[in-house]
């Protein structure tokens, strides 16, 4: 599975991102797809997981309730929309496969290149 995440960029705080992630191979709708994150200097932190049912969990302490996670099994594609941005969700965005539900990095078996959201004051 190859995954190519994309739509990240520069908004102001309290704006809105949605990051895509396209899969090729198969079987992308058996997969539990994650978003991590990486900020300058710290360690990669996770963000959500959407499984293969479409159960979705997210990092409470950091984003529930500002963003969420869909899946477009026809088009092979993971979705995080990002509202009401804050400074501190500044970071690389990362999308993953998995082939159970898990909120562990090393559990992922495919990862994107990432995307860059950069989110001013």
């Known amino acids: 599975v190859q995954l190519q995440a994309s739509g990240g960029g520069s908004v102001q705080a309290g704006g809105s991102l949605r990051l895509s992630c396209a899969a090729s191979?198969?079987?992308?709708?058996?997969?539990?797809m994650g978003w991590f994150r990486q900020a300058p200097g710290k360690e990669r932190e996770f963000v959500g997981y959407?499984?293969?049912?479409?159960?979705?969990?997210f990092n409470a302490n950091s984003v529930k309730g500002r963003f969420t996670i869909s899946r477009d099994n026809a088009k092979s594609t993971v979705y995080l929309q990002m509202n009401s941005l804050k400074p501190e969700d500044t970071a690389v965005y990362y999308c993953?496969?998995?082939?159970?539900?898990?909120?562990?990095?090393?559990?992922?078996?495919?990862y994107g290149q990432g995307t860059q959201v950069t989110v001013s004051s």
């Open positions: 993953a496969a998995s082939l159970f539900p898990t909120n562990s990095a090393r559990s992922y078996l495919y």
């Open positions: 191979g198969r079987s992308f709708s058996s997969y539990t």
């Open positions: 959407i499984t293969a049912s479409g159960s979705v969990t």
